[in-house]
T-cell receptor, first 112, second 115 residues
Framework: KNQVEQSPQSLIILEGKNCTLQ??????????LRWYKQDTGRGPVSLTI?????NTKSNGRYTATLDADTKQSSLHITASQLSDSASYIC???????????FGGGTRVLVKP | KAGVTQTPRYLIKTRGQQVTLSCSPI?????VSWYQQTPGQGLQFLFE???????NKGNFPGRFSGRQFSNSRSEMNVSTLELGDSALYLC??????????????FGNGTRLTVT
């Protein structure tokens, strides 16, 4: 069964600090892996998309890594800001990219 | 460019009723997909439409249906509402159903509460 597991479920960090979110998946075959940020009461917004051949991609202070061999991805947030408080969702596309499996998300709270 | 627009933003319905939700994709986007988001189950795929045809379907009962119009706008219908249907319903668009490596553009959802 295709699954995407995210950890931790939630975390609290101080403004200015870094943090790393984890995503492990069992989706096969693999097409791409996406990270989305979802603010409370809003729809998810795409941060990064990585295909099999890419192992790192950045979007401002967000850096995603992918290890397709171990089926693991991480999202690193550098110098966190209060606006980073949100849920971060890992999404894996299966065969032909038309079958999406969602992780349960990690809720991040940045405190001043 | 305007984003994905979903209406209404909030909806309260009673068990047994039916509901129709609307989604207008980004101009030029022809693929529209629908998702249910609940605290317990997270985001779950409902179905995807492209050129007025359903291309993919998730594991939801037949009470959940949708359609897409020639202008790419889409509607989702839930009949015989149950308490468990209370959720945030999200719509997303992308240029076409084969743009696998392009991001989904989500609307801000319709919050449905069933009492």
């Amino acid at each position: 069964k295709n699954q995407v597991e995210q950890s931790p479920q939630s975390l609290i960090i101080l403004e200015g600090k870094n943090c790393t979110l984890q995503c492990n998946y069992t989706v096969s075959p693999f097409s791409n892996l996406r990270w989305y940020k979802q603010d409370t009461g809003r729809g998810p917004v795409s941060l990064t998309i990585m295909t099999f051949s890419e192992n790192t991609k950045s979007n401002g202070r967000y850096t995603a890594t992918l290890d397709a061999d171990t089926k693991q991805s991480s999202l690193h947030i550098t110098a966190s800001q209060l606006s980073d408080s949100a849920s971060y969702i890992c999404v894996v596309s299966g065969a032909a990219g038309n079958k999406l499996t969602f992780g349960g998300g990690t809720r991040v709270l940045v405190k001043p | 460019k305007a984003g994905v627009t979903q209406t209404p933003r909030y909806l309260i319905k009673t068990r047994g009723q039916q509901v129709t939700l609307s989604c207008s994709p980004i101009s030029g986007h022809r693929s529209v997909s629908w998702y249910q988001q609940t605290p317990g189950q997270g985001l779950q795929f409902l179905f995807e439409y492209f050129s007025e045809t359903q291309r993919n379907k998730g594991n939801f009962p037949g009470r959940f249906s949708g359609r897409q119009f020639s202008n790419s706008r889409s509607e989702m219908n839930v009949s015989t509402l149950e308490l468990g249907d209370s959720a945030l319903y999200l719509c997303a668009s992308r240029p076409d159903s084969r743009s696998y490596n392009s991001p989904l553009h989500f609307g801000n959802g319709t919050r449905l509460t069933v009492t």
